[in-house]
């Protein structure tokens, strides 16, 4: 078992961080994806509660005081630990698991109840690594544009680290494929930066949101590419969002009528 001692200025006593090889290819079958989308306040937990789920951020409230699990919780921005303290604690106290970002070590006077996992950004591809590279756990593009674009992909084993598309659901599906899942369900990946999470409440802090900047230099690109090169007959996805901007040929929609038949 390799696990690795940290320390957090904040938390009591170390934290103990596992191996990203110790949960690849532990599971395989259906997972949701519990994005904070407005479309999310649907989704019926209980009903669907023996099923694994992948959270992150703000989202981690739908499972608060309902004895729900996640099985992994999911956070690279080191600004939400420090905006919604309360949320981002509670989602270290009731998750299975969580995939940090090694900066979180600062901010997090709760140390993670589960197993805690860091992540790591995949590396930075040359143009003349081609365009794209031939390589069985990263699908990798180079995008046009300025310096500051990082390489957009899909990586099938977060040891080799992960790619960023500006929305961390699209992590929650990188986790969703190394943890050996084969079926993925979308819940709550709207995408509209015009209408509030849905656990957001009038009068309170909201979390900046940038996904009108991002969507069409990262999050579609990278949607793009898991569409054509990742989504397979061992590798599904569904969108259970019927107000998503993912197009419905990029990732197929589905209802939470069609979630009992395709499981």
């Not at 006077?109 to 069985?136: C, H, I």
């Not at 369900?185 to 309170?204: A, I, K, M």
């Amino acid at each position: 078992m390799d696990v690795a001692q940290i320390h957090s200025p904040l938390s009591k006593g170390p934290l103990h961080a596992r191996s990203l090889d110790e949960c690849r290819n532990i599971r395989k079958g259906p997972v949701f994806i519990i994005a904070s989308g407005a479309s999310a306040k649907d989704f019926p937990l209980e009903k669907f509660a023996d099923i694994p789920m992948i959270t992150m951020n703000g989202a981690i409230s739908m499972f608060i005081g309902t004895g729900v699990k996640p099985f992994f919780y999911a956070c690279t921005d080191q600004g939400f630990s420090r905006e919604q303290p309360e949320l981002f604690s509670d989602a270290m106290r009731i998750s299975e698991r969580v995939a940090l970002s090694a900066g979180h070590i600062w901010h997090t006077p709760v140390a993670p109840q589960g197993e805690l996992f860091f992540l790591n950004r995949a590396p930075r591809f040359s143009w003349s690594e081609m365009v794209f590279r031939s390589d069985k756990e990263l699908v990798s593009s180079r995008k046009l544009g300025n310096g500051r674009n990082r390489t957009l992909g899909f990586s099938k084993n977060l040891k080799r680290g992960f790619f960023d598309s500006r929305t961390v659901a699209y992590l929650a599906l990188q986790i969703a494929y190394h943890v050996g899942f084969t079926k993925v369900f979308l819940v709550g990946v709207d995408l509209n930066q015009s209408v509030s999470r849905f656990y957001e409440e009038p009068g309170q802090y909201v979390s900046p949101c940038l996904l009108d900047e991002h969507f069409y230099t990262r999050i579609l690109p990278s949607f793009e590419i898991l569409s054509k090169y990742v989504v397979n007959e061992d590798f599904q996805v569904y969108n259970l969002s019927g107000s998503s901007r993912i197009p419905g040929e990029l990732i197929p929609r589905a209802t939470f009528a069609d979630v009992d038949n395709l499981i």
